[in-house]
């Protein structure tokens, strides 16, 4: 029964940060990957960035150098920074855990970016 929970989300001005964490109940050295995706209305669910159990990371282009995964394993929670927001990274934004077997899933946390 692994439950994931964003949170972190809020409004910011543009070129401003926010933080997400997600907290999983589980291990996160227990899935092969996990990622951040988000969703803006009416536009399709994209990878934004991921993080194999061995620590490799990877980044959609449109956040490189902007956005970074880490984790904590003592705490069970993977997070996302990003800095120098831009109105387009308005979405809702989800944490995704993967094994071999299935994916599970957080609700999701919104964040607005505004100029």
Request: charged residues 15%; contains cysteine; positive net charge.
């Amino acid at each position: 029964q692994v439950q994931l929970v964003e949170s972190g989300g809020g409004s910011v001005q543009v070129g401003g940060s926010l933080r997400l964490s997600c907290v999983v109940s589980a291990s996160v050295s227990s899935f092969n990957v996990i990622r951040w995706y988000r969703q803006a209305p009416g536009k399709q669910r994209d990878l934004v960035a991921s993080m194999s159990r061995g620590g490799t990371t990877n980044y959609a282009l449109s956040v490189k150098g902007r956005f970074t995964i880490t984790r904590d394993g003592a705490k069970n929670t993977v997070y996302l920074q990003m800095n120098s927001l831009k109105p387009e990274d308005t979405a809702v934004y989800s944490c995704n855990a993967a094994d071999l077997r299935r994916d599970y899933w957080g609700q999701g946390t919104q964040v607005i970016v505004s100029s």
